[in-house]
C-alpha cells in the first residue's frame, strides 16, 4: 500500500538526534503536517522546536515503559505515519560474563519496544489508514559477532515487523522494514563504524519507499548489498502470501 507524507501527522521516537533527527526534518521538508517528537528526555528537542515551531510538538516516550507509551498512544490519536526509530544497541559478543543481561536490555528496546508501540497504536493507525515504520537493521538479517546481542535482538525485531505486516496490513497499515548499514550516528560510532553513510539517505529513502508501497528498505550503500544477495529470499519466502 501507498502512502504520501504530504500533509500528513508522524511521529517518530528517537527524534532528538541521528536518524530519528533527520527522519524529521525530512518529512517536514516533504510536506507533513505535524511530527510528535518522542524523546525520553523532553529537553532535548530545543533545537527542533525553535527551528520548526508549532509543526513539532515534543512528547514523553520510553519504549521501555509500558505506561508510557500507552499514554503517548492516548496523546497522539491523529498519527498517520508512526516511525519507530529509538532503540539501543552496543558492542556485546556471544561470550561475555554480562551477555545474557546486554541482550536483556537490548530486547526490552528493540523488540519488546516494537511489541507495545505497535498494540498502542494499532487501533489509530488502522482508523487513519496509516503506516508504521520499524528501524531494524541489516544485523537484523546476518549476526555481526562484535555486536552479537545486538543482532539477535533486530532478528527479533524484523520478525515482529513481518507479524505487523500480516496483522496489521490486512486491515490497510502500511508496514515498512528498515534495514541501514553503518550510518554516521553516534551508535554508529560506538559500534566501531567511523565512516558510516549520511542519516539522511535512511529518511529520504523511508518517504520514497512509503510512496511506493514497499516492505524493506535497505538504504546505504552497504545495505544494498544485501539487498542483493537476499533480495530472492524475501520475494519468495518473507514476502510470499
Partial sequence: MSISIENKVALVTGANRGIGKAIVESFLNKGAKKVYLAVRNIQSTKELEEKYGDSVVTVHADLADKNS????AET???VDVLVNNAGVGKPY???GKDAEADFAEQLEVNAYGLLRIANAFADTLIKNKGALVQLNSVASI????PLSTYSASKAAAYSLTQGLRSDLGAKGVT????????????MGVAAGFSDGAS?????DGIVSSLKNGDFHLFPDPMAKQFESAYSGYAENVVLAE
Avoid: E, Q, R, Y
Fill in 93 to 95: 559478543a556471544t561470550i
Fill in 142 to 145: 546476518k549476526n555481526f559477532a
Fill in 76 to 78: 497522539a490519536v491523529d
Fill in 69 to 72: 507509551i500507552i499514554k503517548l
Fill in 199 to 203: 542519516p539522511s539517505l535512511v529518511a
Fill in 175 to 186: 508496514i515498512l522494514s528498515v534495514h541501514p548499514g553503518p550510518i554516521a550516528t553516534d
